[in-house]
């Protein structure tokens, strides 16, 4: 890989990467890490690239991919402790707060993440991309390895969640 192209792919994409990885992992120095290992598998596969995706869509699939690893990891490490974790049906969940700097959000957004978090991991990995990434319904697709249908479907439900969780939240608070 020729060294302009890996940096001209780090300074068009690092910043959503990043950003994704932590509203993902809710960890600064996690997403950093998960990062790093982003870019290395980026530089071990470009020449595999194809350009059938865009290079956006193909970053935030190793992304996906880095991050599924981490917290099948991070099952594998509490499943030892009696702690059984299922990708599909449990929540993504960190005790860590964002720091302040990280998110510079209005109070309502603030209360969507935390809410998020207590989602599906496909229902978080869906808004995460959908509405802080800005990516379409047929690249959240690409992403993901679904069809649009699913994506739509799943988008669907995640809003209907997170309408209810903010819903009781904001009785409790009120």
């Known amino acids: 890989m020729d ?15 990043f950003n994704f990885l932590t509203y993902l992992t809710r ?11 982003v870019y290395v598998r980026v530089l071990k596969s470009y020449g595999r690239f194809e350009g059938k995706s865009s290079e956006k869509t193909w970053l935030f699939a190793i992304a996906k ?10 099952s594998t490490i509490n499943k030892h402790a009696n702690i059984h974790f299922d990708w599909e ?3 993504l969940s960190s005790a860590d707060r964002l720091p302040e700097q990280l998110i ?6 603030e209360q969507v993440l935390d809410v998020l978090h207590t989602c ?10 959908r ?3 800005d990516l379409s319904v047929a690249e959240t697709a690409e992403v993901l ?8 479907t799943t988008q669907h439900r995640a809003i209907k969640v997170l309408q209810v969780k903010l819903e009781a939240r904001s009785a409790r608070e009120g």
Not at 27 to 37: G, I, K, P, Q, Y
Not at 120 to 129: A, E, P
Not at 145 to 152: D, I, L, N, P, Q
């Open 145 to 152: 390895g679904w069809t649009e249908s699913k994506v739509k």
């Open 131 to 133: 509405f802080f990434q």
């Open 120 to 129: 599906t991991g496909d229902q978080k990995m869906v808004i995460l991309m």
């Open 89 to 91: 049906t449990e929540q």
């Open 65 to 74: 991919n880095v991050s599924i690893d981490y917290f099948r990891k991070q």
């Open 27 to 37: 960890n600064r120095e996690v997403a950093e890490d998960l990062m790093h290992e």
């Open 3 to 17: 060294d302009l192209v890996f940096q001209r792919l780090y300074e068009d994409y690092n910043r959503d990467v």
């Open 104 to 109: 510079e959000a209005d109070e309502e957004q």
